[in-house]
């Protein structure tokens, strides 16, 4: 038979428990179950045991020292978690996420266990402070040297966590090149570079460095590129050159046009920025690549060249190697237009003209030689590399309409050039090449002279525009075919879900 007051104080550590579990299982309907359930379990384990052995007035036995000392312990893990799950979290309004960074949370947790664990070691087993504040500084500073690197890190962790400078997903320019954040912990940021390999950067060294992030793709971000042209070109003309260079760059923003501004005098050039908007910022290598190639094919074009130093531009300038060059150049394009049916038949003086007269100029991959309805008055003589010709198909409600991929010793825009008419069709480098262009002027009077000139042109225009018209029509009548058979796929759905009752869209 138990005595009458521990019956009394078992009672009640009953009643506490069964008090405290009947508050979890309210939090758990309410769904702001604590974080770590085993441990609210134990805590009331623990509050219950130490609520009936101070009833018994066992108050500074063994038994209620280690049970207060574990309550005690628990109750500040527990209230941390309650305050993360019932404040920090902020379930009242979930999408906007905690109130404080997990790292901040952590350290809360830390400190609190550690203060409550020098009242327990005080008030419960009684160590004199000095001894326990003695021994605790004597260990944190032990620990704080041994750790000196870890805790620089996990400060300067938090310290990004609270400024918040990047996120997930975004992608930062460390070191010159981009890298994309992939996660952030105690210690380091997770980095992935452009090659795929991941690495890890401590907290640290990035709250030290200077940071740029270029975000993740949202919002649009522009590049500068710098080049220095020559004191001889006047800046309108070069600025115009720059923008027009950029403007047929893949990845490049319509809504934000590219402009190039004059940055400086340097000691042999004028150095002009130009400024590209994009939004592919996990693709800015290849960004970088195409615009200063586009640069560098708009230049040549343009006979624009990034000055060497002066004294090497001069001795380059000197007539002898000028006369040399154009020679060479001119001995080139002979070669060209003799292996060529259509200049097959001509006299030797009149290929030399027509190769003195010509001009070879370059272009990238992908840039447009000239556009379906632009004004020409030229012929054009593949030299090296492919261009495709394609017509456009907007006006049957379909895309681009591929005509013909001509290769080196074809020749295009002979249409324009014997009719005056704009141009018929599109015509884009397909992979980097080389055109000869003949402009009218040149040509002009030998087509009076050599009448058959005229005649294979034109009737290389008659063919291709029967060929031309051709595929339009096979294109017309393959899209009323799917028109139709898209039509009557709707019909028969319709009278499917008539009959079976379902939903129309
Ligand atoms: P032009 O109209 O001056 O400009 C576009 C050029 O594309 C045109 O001259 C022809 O040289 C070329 N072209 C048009 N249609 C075809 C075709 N079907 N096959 C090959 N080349 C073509």
Redesign the pocket.
């Known amino acids: 038979m138990p005595h009458p007051p521990t019956l009394l104080a078992v009672s009640a550590g009953f009643g506490v428990f069964v008090v405290l579990e009947a508050l979890y299982a309210l939090l758990v309907r309410l769904g702001q179950r604590p974080r770590t359930a085993w441990t609210y379990h134990l805590w009331v384990l623990a509050i219950a045991c130490t609520t009936t052995l101070t009833l018994r007035d066992d108050l500074g036995s063994q038994a209620w020292r280690l049970s207060a000392s574990v309550a005690a312990l628990l109750t500040a893990v527990v209230t941390v978690s309650l305050v993360d799950s019932l404040l920090i979290q902020r379930p009242w309004a979930p999408t906007k996420g905690p109130a404080l960074p997990k790292l901040a949370l952590d350290v809360l947790r830390a400190v609190a266990v550690v203060a409550t664990g020098l009242l327990v070691a005080r008030s419960i087993l009684d160590y004199p402070l000095p001894a326990v504040l003695v021994s605790s500084t004597v260990l944190s500073a032990v620990v704080g040297l041994a750790l000196q690197d870890v805790l620089k890190n996990v400060f300067a962790g938090m310290a990004l966590e609270l400024e918040k400078p990047f996120s997930r997903g975004d992608w930062l320019l460390l070191d010159g090149s981009p890298v994309q954040v992939l996660d952030t912990s105690w210690r380091s940021v997770r980095l992935r570079s452009n090659e795929g390999v991941e690495f890890w950067e401590p907290n640290a060294n990035l709250s030290t460095s200077r940071l740029v992030n270029y975000g993740s793709g949202v919002s649009p971000v522009a590049l500068n590129f710098h080049v220095g042209l020559p004191y001889e070109a006047p800046p309108a003309q070069v600025k115009r050159v720059l923008e027009s260079a950029a403007r047929s760059i893949p990845g490049r923003l319509d809504s934000h046009p590219p402009t190039a501004f004059v940055d400086h005098y340097e000691e042999s050039s004028i150095d002009y920025k130009l400024r590209v908007w994009t939004q592919d910022v996990a693709g800015l290598s290849q960004f970088k690549d195409s615009v200063y190639s586009r640069i560098w094919y708009e230049l040549s074009r343009r006979n624009l060249h990034v000055p060497y130093p002066v004294r090497t531009v001069q001795l380059q300038r000197t007539p002898t190697d000028r006369g040399v060059q154009r020679e060479r150049k001119a001995r080139d394009h002979r070669r060209l237009l003799k292996s060529l049916a259509l200049f097959r038949d001509l006299e030797k003086e009149t290929i030399d003209r027509i190769a003195n007269s010509a001009r070879r100029v370059p272009y990238d991959d992908g840039e447009i030689l ?1 556009r ?1 309805g632009d004004s ?1 008055d030229s012929l ?1 003589v593949v030299a090296e590399g492919k261009v495709l ?1 394609s ?1 456009s198909g907007h006006n049957l409600g379909t895309g681009e309409i591929p ?2 991929s ?1 290769g080196a010793g ?8 014997l ?1 005056g ?7 884009r480098a397909d992979g980097p090449c080389d055109v000869l262009v003949l402009a009218q002027r040149h040509l002009a009077p030998l087509l009076e002279e050599q009448p058959e000139l005229a005649e294979v042109l034109s009737r ?2 008659v ?3 029967a ?2 018209e051709a ?1 339009v029509e096979d294109r017309r009548d393959r899209t009323a075919t799917e028109d139709l058979a898209e039509g009557s796929e709707h019909s028969i759905l319709g009278k499917i879900r008539t009959f079976f009752k379902l939903a129309h869209d």
């Open positions: 000239f379906e020409g054009f010709v017509k005509l013909a001509l074809d020749f295009f825009g002979e249409m324009s050039l009719t008419e704009p141009r018929s069709a599109t015509v290389a225009v063919e291709r525009q060929r031309t595929t």
